[in-house]
């Protein structure tokens, strides 16, 4: 505790010698420090969340991820002044303290940015994580029959292998692909990882009207509008 003297004003009291130590809460300073560096070190972090920029420039909305993050600052503000008003007591003995050098270390304050950032990441949507993953195979051929995301794949192969790495096992066929899971009211109501059905074809919903699939022998996997023909049926498996 960082301690402050603070001499009685009358002149009996200073005649005395008499004085009392106020107590200022050191923890209350380091936590307030630790929090205002933890702000800059978690928008650092946030950046892994950005989208390539190949998968024609769209890049998700990390609005959650702030939100996330700055309601876990509040509380831990909260937490740090309701901690100082406990400490904040009185002394009539002792000598005054020294500054804690441990206020001034940013390596908690770094911790607790990370663990606010992993409770974002914790809460992220399921079908979030799957586009993240599914995206780094744009580029790849396309192979009818085929089921390797990248020596080649056809489109119900590229949703099936996508999904196994979940642990999700599904159908190595578009037509089966449209039962599987839960049904989506519509392209409206759709989510990032939702399977997009049309005659003959399969893809994954990317967002924002975009399909991400394995279109076909000229265009490997790619991306396109989720309308660029009739939707059959869209399906949410996670």
């Known amino acids: 505790m960082i301690t402050k003297t603070v001499l009685f004003g009358n002149t009996e009291a200073v005649s005395k010698g008499m004085n009392i130590e106020r107590v200022v809460s050191a923890p209350f300073t380091r936590s307030v420090k630790k929090l205002r560096a ?3 070190v978690t928008m650092l972090a946030m ?16 609005t959650f991820l702030e939100e996330t993050v700055n309601a876990e600052y509040e509380k831990r503000m909260k937490a740090a002044e309701s901690s100082s008003i406990e400490e904040g007591a009185v002394s009539t003995e002792g000598t005054i303290g020294e500054t804690d050098s441990a206020a001034l270390n940013t390596s908690e304050a770094e911790s607790a940015a990370q663990e606010a950032l992993a409770l974002a990441i914790e809460q992220k949507s399921s079908g979030e994580k799957v586009i993240e993953y599914a ?8 192979r009818y029959g085929g089921s390797s995301l990248t020596s080649g794949t056809d489109c119900s192969g590229f949703v099936m292998s996508i999904y196994r790495n979940f642990g999700i096992s599904l159908p190595h066929s578009s037509s089966e692909l449209r039962s ?11 989510q990032p990882g939702d399977i997009i059905c049309y005659s003959g074809h399969v893809g994954l919903y990317l967002g924002d009207g975009r399909l991400l699939s394995a279109l076909g022998s000229g265009y490997g996997i790619t991306i396109n509008s989720a309308t660029y023909k009739r939707i059959l049926a869209i399906r949410r498996v996670i």
């Open 180 to 190: 599987v899971g839960v049904p989506v009211a519509g392209l409206a109501a759709a």
């Open 38 to 40: 933890s702000v800059a």
């Open 135 to 142: 995206i780094q195979f744009i580029g790849n051929p396309y």
């Open 47 to 62: 950046t892994v969340f950005t989208v390539p920029s190949f998968a024609a420039n769209k890049t998700f909305d990390n």
